[in-house]
């Protein structure tokens, strides 16, 4: 606080202090007083922000990921350009017997399933390659141990697109889904579904650093 020199009539002065009346000072007397009506306010403004407010998370997944530069993709396009076909967005679905045994009718039977459920599923997948519909790939699609096998599934979405990532968590629910009480174990690999678990991995770590602010 600020003081003034005042005189008196002996001749003695002293220091007079004068009260400071910034705005800080102010607030931190009224937070003193009234620390749980502050409390209230950061609350307050905390449920108003989210409503009028897009959370982060949101304005994550709604963006595409590029893992590469466009500038590395420019060939790849290029190419589907000319021969009037669109960049494929693959998944791929491994089927593996649980007990390590070679695949039997049964597992071929589960694994028919498996392929005419992804085909029916029209809003998201383009086309299901698989050895049963066309038996020529069955030497490029069932392992050399005969334990394993796996189809090919092409999504619609783009790859990296919001949509290719609902898509592979819709893919996955319904294979695993599907699989479920049978002698097989489904797991998902390729394009999609590394862009998938991206996306995934950057809503969580967003609703992290949500939550992180809002402690602090």
């Known amino acids: 606080a600020k003081g003034r020199t005042v005189f008196t009539k002996s001749g003695t002065h002293r220091a007079e202090s004068k009260p400071s009346g910034d705005a800080f000072s102010a607030l931190g007397r009224f937070v003193v007083r009234a620390p749980w009506v502050m409390v209230g306010a950061w609350v307050a403004l905390l449920i108003v ?11 994550v997944q ?7 530069p466009p500038a590395a993709m420019a060939a790849t396009n290029q190419m589907a350009k000319e021969f009037g076909e669109s960049a494929q967005n693959i998944m791929v679905v491994v089927l593996t017997d649980k007990d390590k045994k070679d695949l039997g009718p049964a597992d071929e039977a589960t694994y028919r399933t498996v392929a005419a459920t992804l085909r029916g599923d029209t809003d998201q997948v383009a086309s299901v390659q698989d050895y049963l519909t066309t038996p020529p790939l069955r030497q490029l699609m069932v392992s050399k141990d005969n334990q394993a096998a796996y189809m090919a599934v092409i999504l619609k979405a783009p790859a990296g697109s919001p949509e290719s990532s609902a ?7 319904t294979v695993k889904h599907t699989t479920e009480g049978t002698g097989l174990s489904a797991d998902v690999t390729g394009q999609a579904a590394m862009m998938g678990d991206l996306s995934n991995i950057g809503e969580h770590d967003m609703h992290m650093i949500e939550l992180a602010t809002m402690i602090l």
Request: contains cysteine; hydrophobic residues 40%; charged residues 10%.
């Open 49 to 59: 922000l989210s409503v009028f407010c897009t959370p982060l998370a949101k304005v």
């Open 62 to 68: 709604s963006q595409q990921v590029q893992p590469l």
């Open 167 to 173: 898509a592979y968590k819709q893919i996955t629910e």
